[in-house]
Every structure is written in structure tokens, then in C-alpha cells.
Nanobody, 127 residues
Framework: QVQLVESGGGLVQAGGSLRLSCVSS????????MGWFRQAPGKEREFVAR????????DYAESVKGRCTISRDNTKNTVYLQMNSLKPEDTAVYYC????????????????????WGQGTQVTVSS
């Protein structure tokens, strides 16, 4: 019943920018924390960014800190990931994910901390 649809990926040159979107449905969006993860070829899925249910708290992986901004619009049931100064190592499939509010924000940076996932959107950064 929970549906997450990512979009906004594509091919971009190093130094460029992209804004990813994740539109959700089937649940009360404002009752859940949201996260972005990515999976590069041959690598495990890894944490990128997260945002609390109200949008008041955010957190980023060290690899993207200062280059990415996560935000949400609870009126549109949408979470965003603005990515600037993209590097070839940012190439991956990016996924949005859902964590129930009652579990808390805490240090939820693992894939097992999230209950639902979108289908992913491909980001390719050329050198």
C-alpha cells in the first residue's frame, strides 16, 4: 500500500547538479522520517541523507556533506535531494525510503532502519 516513486535522475557532467524527487502515497507522509540511499555498481547500498518527519532535523553522509541538501514538502507528500558539485563517484541508483516516526530519528543510517523503498532513479556523472 505504501508507494514511493523517485524521479529526477539522469546523465550529468562532473560539477553539475541534479534534484531528485520522491513522491509518496498510501500512508500519512508527515508521520514518517525519510531517507535517501544509493547503490553503485559492485557496491552495497549506502546511506546518503535523511530528514525527520517535520523536516526540522537532517543528516548527511560524509561523502556528500556540503554538496547535497535534503528537504520535504508535507503538503505534496514529496521528499527531495538537491545534489550539487557532482562527482563521478556519485554515480549510482538512488532510492528513497520510509521510517516510521514512532521509531525515532536517532542514528537511522542503515538499510534495516527503513521499512519501505522506492524503485530507484539512475544518476550517472561523467568525468
Amino acid at each position: 500500500q505504501v508507494q514511493l516513486v523517485e524521479s529526477g535522475g539522469g546523465l550529468v557532467q562532473a560539477g553539475g547538479s541534479l534534484r531528485l524527487s520522491c513522491v509518496s502515497s498510501g500512508y500519512t507522509f508527515s508521520s514518517y522520517h525519510m531517507g535517501w540511499f544509493r547503490q553503485a555498481p559492485g557496491k552495497e547500498r549506502e546511506f546518503v541523507a535523511r530528514i525527520s518527519w517535520s523536516g526540522s532535523s537532517t543528516d548527511y553522509a560524509e561523502s556528500v556533506k556540503g554538496r547535497c541538501t535534503i528537504s520535504r514538502d508535507n503538503t505534496k507528500n514529496t521528499v527531495y535531494l538537491q545534489m550539487n558539485s557532482l562527482k563521478p563517484e556519485d554515480t549510482a541508483v538512488y532510492y528513497c525510503a520510509v521510517r516510521p516516526r514512532w521509531k525515532g530519528f536517532g542514528s537511522s543510517v542503515g538499510i534495516r532502519d527503513y521499512d519501505y523503498w522506492g524503485q530507484g532513479t539512475q544518476v550517472t556523472v561523467s568525468s
